[in-house]
């Protein structure tokens, strides 16, 4: 009886510590297993869904260039304001558009619109640009990056997952305009 007692309460001491190691595995195994499926979700999260409004077409007067702000969508929800991005919209002539990346084509710094002479400026290192984004002059080695556009109701979507990359010459990033049904 003494042994039986003995042999169950071993038993359970065993199937506690399975169960126990089991709990902490499965703890570690969650963000590991995120981590290896993070290519696959962020995927899924940048596909059809990545056309973002930047806001109505009445918030950008033809002839001007506007700052305008997104919400990244592969941020995760604990980033906060991180995830605002700014953007420069050109409002060409009120048919064409032009969104540009906040960033210099140098080494990133955010460049400011100068209306009184038409040129995007970088306080970094002096870079400059002309108003439909080619370079003007400075260390940059060619013009802003630009987004996808579209219109759809009214508001003017920009194609935010899809960033365009140093190796994109501006010829093939100029006028990504998508027409939309
Ligand atoms: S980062 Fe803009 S000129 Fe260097």
Same mark, same amino acid.
């Given at each position: 009886m003494i042994a039986d007692n003995g042999m169950s309460r071993r038993t359970m001491l065993v199937k506690l510590g399975f169960l126990l190691n089991g709990i902490v595995g499965v703890f570690l195994a969650v963000p590991i297993v995120r981590y290896l499926l993070s290519p696959v979700i962020r995927e899924r999260k940048t596909?059809?869904?990545?056309?973002?409004?930047?806001?109505?077409?009445?918030q950008f007067p033809a002839g001007q260039t506007r700052l305008a702000t997104y919400h990244n %969508? /592969? /941020?995760? *929800?604990?980033d906060g304001q991180t995830g605002d991005v700014a953007c420069w919209v050109r409002n /060409?002539?009120?048919q064409n558009f032009q969104v540009f990346a906040?960033?210099? *084509?140098?080494?990133?710094c955010p460049v400011r619109w100068f209306p009184q002479s038409n040129l995007f400026m970088c306080p970094c290192h002096g870079g400059a640009y002309y108003q439909d984004g080619s370079r003007a002059s400075?260390? %940059?080695?060619?013009?802003l990056f630009q987004y996808a556009y579209k219109i759809a109701n009214g508001a003017l979507l920009i194609k935010a997952g899809e960033m365009p990359t140093p190796g994109q010459p501006v010829a093939e990033t100029a006028g990504t305009r998508t027409t939309c049904a």
């Amino acid at each position: 009886m003494i042994a039986d007692n003995g042999m169950s309460r071993r038993t359970m001491l065993v199937k506690l510590g399975f169960l126990l190691n089991g709990i902490v595995g499965v703890f570690l195994a969650v963000p590991i297993v995120r981590y290896l499926l993070s290519p696959v979700i962020r995927e899924r999260k940048t596909g059809f869904e990545s056309w973002l409004s930047l806001g109505g077409l009445e918030q950008f007067p033809a002839g001007q260039t506007r700052l305008a702000t997104y919400h990244n %969508p /592969v /941020v995760n *929800a604990w980033d906060g304001q991180t995830g605002d991005v700014a953007c420069w919209v050109r409002n /060409v002539d009120d048919q064409n558009f032009q969104v540009f990346a906040i960033n210099c *084509a140098h080494l990133g710094c955010p460049v400011r619109w100068f209306p009184q002479s038409n040129l995007f400026m970088c306080p970094c290192h002096g870079g400059a640009y002309y108003q439909d984004g080619s370079r003007a002059s400075g260390p %940059p080695e060619r013009g802003l990056f630009q987004y996808a556009y579209k219109i759809a109701n009214g508001a003017l979507l920009i194609k935010a997952g899809e960033m365009p990359t140093p190796g994109q010459p501006v010829a093939e990033t100029a006028g990504t305009r998508t027409t939309c049904a």
